[in-house]
Structures are given as C-alpha cells and as structure tokens.
C-alpha cells in the first residue's frame, strides 16, 4: 500500500514540475567581444582551409590552352574576337545538349558587352583566366523567340551601338545605324517562324535592358553555366586563334 502510495505521490509531483510556467522578459545584457588576430579559433579556421585552398589554387592555375594572341573587348568596333569566341563557343557546347533535350537546334546565340569581364592573354590559357573573363554564375538558357522578336532585337542591337556578342545572327547597318540586311544561318528572318535562341539568364531576366526575351513560347534552361561551357570547350583544343569578321558590321558610305 506504501509502494502504490509512493508512486502516486511521485506521478504528481512529475505533473506538476512539467506544468508550465508563464515568464516574462524583465532585462536585456550585452557582452562586446573583441575580434582579433589574436584569436586562437581563427588561426584554428586558416589552418583547417589551408589544405582545401592550396588545391583550388592548383586547379586554378592548371594550363588548359594557348592563346595566339590577346584578346579584349575594346578590340572592335561592332564584333570583336573575343566576344565571338565566347558566342561561339556557347554555341558548339550547349547545342549538342538542346538537341538531345529538345530534338530541336539552337539558331543562335546573344550575349552581351558588358558580361566579358576581363581579357585573354597571350600565352598558356589557365582556368583561373577563365574566371576572370566570366566570374559571374551565368546559365545558358534557350528562349523560343518568334521572328517579330527577333525584329525587336535587331531594333535593339542597332540602336546600342556596341559589340554586343552574337553566333549564327548576321547584322548589317548603314551610316545611320540602320539595319541594311539581317539573316540567321544564312536565310532572311522569318517573322512567322519560331527561333531558338541561346543566351544567359541574365539577359533572360532583363539584363542590359533586353526585354525582348518577353514573352516566348517556352524557356529551356539547360542548367550549363557560360564559364564550364568555356572551360570544357578549352580542355579539347589546343590553341585559339578568334578574329573579328563581318557578323557585325556598319557601313559608313
């Protein structure tokens, strides 16, 4: 009878010790800590990264090609080599993926002046350079664009006036920067057709004031960033050579 009273008694008291209790906040303290380099957790932390940075660094400076030459974009009027080698590139690499997703081909590619970050130096090429020239984390995507849109970038690449970069389109304008001729792939743009038109999610987004990407009839992201799509293309060649040619022109007479 002792024994069932005792656990009586200590079921109560477990009831009662997990009722809860209402509190009230009544003060705030502060305690400042000092930061610095005496800190023993910090050389703790650099000690601890030490290894994983020096293998960045390793990777970084792996040669992956060679340059015949620098390249910038101040090089060029309306086209310059680099951009047309970043444009291409996008093109050989992410095309082959957007068929296989898509049974379709990419009829070209946009992108934009102020997205090349950096130059191409003269000499071994390393992924760090990559990074330099594409350090943001750019996708490609692949908008279907009909042909009156395309009217409209044309619009826009006219009256921009700079070396926005673009493969497969051909634009040609007069002293008054005037569209004179413009064909994708070597044929007159159709305004009835539907072009498939690889670029970045950036410019996707509105970047650079492009907001003839809107709307479509449908959006591919390939989930490729710009810059592997340069280093992949970069570790199966041996040397690049881009030039400026007449993808983009003015005629001044």
């Known amino acids: 009878m002792r024994f069932t009273h005792l656990i009586f008694l200590l079921n109560f008291l477990m009831i009662i010790s997990c ?53 910038t974009k101040s090089n060029g009027e309306l086209n310059t080599a680099i951009g047309n080698f970043m ?74 006036k700079r070396a926005h970069p673009f493969s497969k389109l051909k634009l040609t304008l007069d002293k008054n920067f005037e569209p004179i001729s413009a064909s994708i792939k070597g044929k007159t743009i159709d305004v009835n057709k539907t072009y498939y038109v690889a670029t970045s999610d950036y410019l996707y987004n509105n970047g650079d004031n492009m907001r003839f990407f809107r709307p479509n009839d449908s959006l591919y992201d390939l989930n490729y960033k710009i810059r592997n799509a340069l280093i992949d293309y970069l570790k199966k060649v041996d040397t690049i050579n881009p030039v400026i040619d007449d993808r983009f022109i003015q005629i001044k007479k």
């Open 87 to 160: 444009v291409d590139v996008v093109y050989e690499q992410a095309n082959p993926i957007f068929n296989s997703r898509a049974g379709k081909d990419i009829d070209m590619v946009l992108l934009n002046h102020g997205g090349i970050r950096s130059i191409i130096p003269k000499g071994n090429l390393r992924i760090r350079n990559v990074f330099e020239l594409m350090p943001f984390e750019n996708k490609i995507v692949v908008v279907a664009l009909k042909g009156k849109q395309i009217d409209s970038m044309i619009t826009y690449l006219s009256k921009a």
């Open 19 to 71: 009722k809860e209790e209402p509190y009230n906040l009544t003060r705030i303290e502060g305690k400042r800590i000092e930061i610095n380099d005496s800190i023993s957790p910090k050389q703790d932390i650099e000690t601890f990264i030490e290894p994983y940075k020096n293998h960045i660094e390793k990777d970084l400076d792996s040669v992956i090609a060679y340059a015949m030459d620098t390249y």
